[in-house]
């Protein structure tokens, strides 16, 4: 398969985004140019070690740098203040210094955690990304974003740390759940329709690819989603205006997760059900056309990004949108979609949320 290297521009970096296969044993070659490291630390999960670790050390040793491999417990709940001091600790009693870096060899958490060391570590150390989820190689790897979760809500202490160099193995993702696959998907969704019509019609023409795995589908898919979010990211790094549009169906998708419980309801199918609520709310809104609607839930179906059955209080959402940090002043946001491509974000008062999640929640089972 051919490989393809999109640039990421902003104003605190440029770097390469390489999609390909075989990209684990090509590390190594593909730093070279880029660094005088002596050292590397590797940071990954419990289970994706297994799978590329000796892989990725291999390639790198190649090339004459020295690992060290910090395993963490894989998950969410990985994501924390405590893990990051722990890892802090650990790399820097493996002697690195400023010129060295770090890896992060995993999906979403990985990749938010491991950057973050590499953002404090000597205030600021080479950081890599080595994406091995959907998700993460769609979305979460490009554009700078690292930190961890607090006790009072995910996300909340972090920094903007460019990578040097991201490497997308579309092989590698082929071993994850098929919920994973879902949270991969969703992201895949929500670039096509806030991108506009033709990475939309694509995903349409090609959804049986996305859902089957196909590799040239997938792909092609990461590379349209990586070309996107280096669009967006180019144009604004710091989330001050267009950024915002990445958080598409997950006003909802957020709060679904947090009043379910972490975990209960898969990621995609939350944001998938962010989607099809926020493109309602449009209708409402903005008098967007509700044949949008129906077309954006035809593709989710055929995603296997099922509707969600479980019926939440809707009191309980609308509190748990409002104490997400992308809520401003009091105020909830929402990216309102009137058609692939053109969209807006805007404040709902809480009265029209209230309403809206009414509608939502009657049309769901028992909880
Ligand atoms: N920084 C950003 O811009 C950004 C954007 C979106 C999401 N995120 C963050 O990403 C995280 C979610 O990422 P995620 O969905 O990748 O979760 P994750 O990193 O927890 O990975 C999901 C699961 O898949 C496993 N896994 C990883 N690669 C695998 C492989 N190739 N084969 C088999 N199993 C594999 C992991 O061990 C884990 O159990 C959240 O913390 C979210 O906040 C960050």
New binding site residues.
């Given amino acids: 398969m051919e490989t393809r290297a999109v640039a990421v521009r902003t104003p605190s970096g440029t770097y390469d985004v390489v999609i390909g296969s075989s990209l684990m044993a090509a590390l190594g070659g593909l730093l070279r140019p880029l660094t005088d490291a002596r050292k590397y630390a590797i940071i990954t ?1 419990a ?2 070690a297994p ?1 590329f670790a000796d892989t990725v050390e291999t390639s790198l040793r190649a090339q004459g740098f020295e690992c060290a491999r910090l395993v963490v417990p ?3 709940a990985t ?1 924390s203040w405590s893990q990051a001091g722990e890892l802090l600790e650990r790399v820097a009693s493996e002697g690195l210094d400023r010129r060295d870096g770090v890896i992060a060899l ?7 955690l491991a950057g973050f060391v590499a953002a404090t570590y000597l205030r600021g150390v080479d950081f890599v990304q080595v994406p ?2 959907l ?2 190689q769609v ?2 790897s490009v ?1 700078g ?2 930190g961890v979760d607090l006790r009072a809500g ?2 909340l202490a972090g920094a903007f740390k460019q990578p040097i160099l991201v490497t997308a193995d579309t092989e ?2 082929r ?3 098929p919920s ?1 696959w879902a ?1 991969g998907l969703a ?1 895949v969704a929500k670039s096509a329709v806030i991108e506009g019509e033709e990475f939309l019609g694509w995903i349409e023409s090609r959804s049986e690819g996305l859902a089957d795995r196909d590799a040239q589908v997938v792909s092609e898919a990461v590379r349209r989603c990586v070309e996107f979010k280096s669009r967006v990211v180019s144009a604004d790094e710091r989330e001050e205006g267009v950024r915002e549009c990445l958080n598409y169906g997950h006003t909802l998708g957020h709060a679904i997760e947090n009043v379910a419980g972490y975990g209960t309801v898969p ?1 995609g199918v939350a944001v998938a059900e962010g989607m099809r609520f926020a493109a309602e709310m449009a209708v409402r809104v903005c008098g967007a056309d509700p044949n949008f609607v129906e077309r954006q839930a035809r593709v989710l179906d055929k995603l296997g990004l099922r509707t969600l059955t479980q019926r939440l209080d809707a009191k309980e959402i609308l509190r748990a949108m409002h104490s997400d940090k992308k809520s401003r002043g009091g105020v909830v946001r929402f990216v309102l979609p009137e058609q692939p491509g053109v969209w807006s974000c805007r404040a709902v008062d809480d009265g029209t949320i209230e309403e809206s999640l009414e509608v939502w929640a009657s049309s769901k089972g028992r909880s």
């Fill in positions: 999960d289970n994706v799978l894989p998950g969410e994501k995993g999906g979403g958490v990985i990749g938010d091995t989820t998700l993460a979305d979460s554009g974003k690292t995910k996300n590698s993702v071993s994850l759940s994973e949270s992201e990621h």
